[in-house]
């Protein structure tokens, strides 16, 4: 089966790697798609996310870096990651939400709710 989530990898710090996300059309078309991480011993983080009207939300932890873009044509959800840091090792995930969108509460981006793949591994070592 086909992977949802690809591009992950090992790399050291400062090194890039774009992650990419095969979107099933009815997550597609939700009002907000984006990216989350996980890693233990760490809460979910959601990295970055595109609301329906065109919003992108970064997480502070990786703005400036992480770029997220969403492609109508061939329903994909791709993070570019530069200048990747050793906390940003995580398996990332490609969510969407159950309605009414992303923002940014506390601090953090909120509203992505579930997921639909095995997520893919990024691995940042010095």
């Known amino acids: 089966e086909r992977p949802v989530e690809t591009g992950g990898g090992s790399v050291q710090t400062g090194g890039s790697l774009r992650l990419s996300c095969s979107a099933r059309?009815?997550?597609?078309?939700?009002?907000?798609t984006g990216w989350w991480r996980e890693a233990p011993g760490k809460e979910r983080e959601t990295v970055a996310a595109?609301?329906?009207?065109?919003?992108?939300l970064y997480a502070n932890s990786v703005k400036g870096r992480f770029t997220i873009s969403k492609y109508v044509a061939n329903n994909t959800l791709d993070l570019q990651m530069n200048n990747l840091e050793i906390e940003d090792t995580a398996r990332y995930f490609c969510?969407?939400?159950?309605?009414?969108?992303?923002?940014?509460?506390?601090?953090?981006?909120?509203?992505?709710?579930?997921?639909w793949g095995q997520g893919t591994q990024v691995t940042v070592s010095s």
């Open positions: 969510a969407a939400d159950s309605g009414g969108g992303c923002a940014v509460i506390g601090g953090a981006i909120r509203g992505l709710t579930s997921h």
């Open positions: 059309e009815y997550t597609y078309r939700r009002d907000c």
């Open positions: 595109i609301n329906g009207d065109g919003r992108i």
